[in-house]
């Protein structure tokens, strides 16, 4: 059932590629992507907006994915692509909203990994808290985990969307097993050693990598 | 700079890049569009946004080609992505297509292998991916006419020359069995010309009665040029 949609996922990616939007929107039409990310933003974002923006940021995912791709970009899973643009926008939207700004869906703009306006300040800001986090790195033990989540950091500095496990694995030499286990550790202990330094965390989201580790039990690590 | 600020930035941090690496259930996703799809009328307001942010997009980055891809053909171009939407359901409602016939390539035998036809056939300008390689025969025939009839009729209890004569008339049964058996092996997108062709002529060797037949390797030649012309004919005309 699924190969077709993954199959049509793919005639999308091509359809972008050569810079043919009517192909693209028929292969994205027919896979039901954005009907699947809008049906799991309302499910992990239930109550946090109303509908109509899990509408928009899936549009402005598809925008984004054709723009990556027509531009020359790749990226290696279509369907993460658009989820993460999504879930990424929608953050932002969310974090504009706080900020008592009025939703413009113009603005929506996938290239920012995190919520908040791209202002000089917050620049500075984001540059503060990276150095924060790499200083804490040492502090992490194992040189496999300082690796990965060192690696992790530059690609967020970099603004990358997508990230999976086989990238970085093949960027650190480690199978992608291991950096599952790795990443969902480093995170752990990057978190523990912040709270030991003083700076006050919620739990954030590392407990769905510690249930992805529960559903699949380690297994040999290769360094 | 205040440093609650920048532990809030740290929070953000953090869960940007958790959120970076984590690693997204796209058949999970995919199968659940499927399922749960979006109503037609908000499909297709959806599709249309889509489509106007396309050409937007296009217009800031002065892309010419995207933007006379794009420009008054919103209506048009939604249609045409409801209808693909459709489609695709459709088909998902179907369910899968189970083959009713299928036969499997012999890993080897008489020197051929199992082995990717290549070039790739192209079929309605899609290459077809294909497996060409020897059948066992019986299989291929039983599955197409039933266990109870012989494969080419020849009849090794007549005298010589009846037999010379049944053999003749044999062969050219023969050709019209083999093409149909070429029209199913064709549809069946397992088997290649080439392997079709020359398991057609080691069958017609087979029906070869035990004295030397003059005309046999003509009556071979016409017959597999007619079945191979019958199978080329309705999928790429020669």
Redesign the interface.
């Known amino acids: 059932m699924d190969a077709p949609q993954l199959s049509l996922l793919n005639d999308a990616v091509a359809a972008a590629v050569r810079n043919d939007p009517a192909a693209y929107l028929e292969a994205l039409a027919a896979s039901h992507v954005l009907d699947g990310i809008i049906r799991g933003l309302e499910h992990k974002w239930r109550g946090m907006d109303r509908d109509s923006v899990y509408h928009a940021v899936a549009v402005a995912a598809a925008d984004a994915l054709y723009n990556k791709l027509a531009g020359g970009g790749s990226v290696r899973s279509p369907g993460g692509y658009l989820w993460k643009a999504a879930e990424n926008t929608l953050l932002k939207l969310h974090e504009d909203r706080k900020q008592h700004e009025e939703f413009d869906e113009a603005r929506l703009d996938h290239s920012l990994e995190s919520p908040g306006p791209a202002t000089a300040d917050r620049g500075n800001l984001r540059a503060e808290a990276l150095r924060m986090a790499r200083s804490l790195l040492p502090r992490l033990g194992e040189a496999n985990i300082q690796l990965v989540m060192s690696f992790i950091f530059d690609c967020l500095e970099n603004a990358e969307i997508e990230l999976d496990n086989q990238d970085i694995a093949n960027a650190t030499g480690l199978t992608a097993e291991s950096v599952r286990r790795l990443k969902s550790r480093g995170f752990q202990c990057l978190r523990r050693e912040a709270r030991r330094a003083g700076i006050t965390l919620d739990q954030g989201i590392s407990d769905e990598l510690t249930e992805q580790d529960a559903e699949n039990p380690d297994s040999e690590d290769t360094p | ?1 205040n440093v609650e ?3 809030e ?16 259930d ?2 999970h ?6 399922e ?3 109503g037609a009328e ?2 297709q ?3 249309r ?3 106007s ?2 050409e ?3 217009e800031a ?1 002065g ?1 010419r ?2 933007q006379q ?2 420009h008054g ?1 919103v209506d048009d ?1 939604t249609a ?3 209808a ?2 459709i ?3 459709a ?2 409602e179907a369910g ?1 297509v189970h083959k009713t016939r299928s036969l499997e390539l012999l890993s080897s035998h008489n020197g051929i292998s199992r082995t990717p036809v290549v070039p790739r056939p192209v079929f309605h300008e899609k290459e077809i991916p294909m497996l060409g390689g020897a059948l066992p025969n019986k299989a291929l025939l039983s599955q197409l006419f039933g266990d109870s009839q012989p494969i080419f009729g020849a009849s090794q209890s007549l005298n010589p020359s009846c037999r010379r004569n049944q053999y003749s008339a044999n062969i050219s049964s023969a050709c019209d069995r083999w093409a149909a058996i070429c029209t199913v092996l064709m549809s069946l997108s397992s088997v290649s010309i080439a392997s079709a062709s020359r398991t057609l002529s080691s069958e017609i060797r087979s029906c070869e009665p035990a004295e030397h037949n003059p005309g046999l390797a003509a009556n071979s030649r016409r017959a597999s040029a007619y079945a191979f012309s019958s199978m080329t004919g309705p999928i790429c005309p020669l």
């Open positions: 700079m600020v920048i532990h930035e740290f929070e953000k941090l953090l869960l940007a890049a958790e959120r970076l690496t984590i690693d997204v796209v058949v996703m995919l199968k659940e569009g499927i749960r799809p979006l908000e499909a307001e959806l599709l946004r889509v489509v942010r396309l937007r997009g296009a980055r892309d080609e995207r891809a794009l053909r171009l045409q992505a409801m693909a939407r489609r695709i359901r088909a998902a899968p």
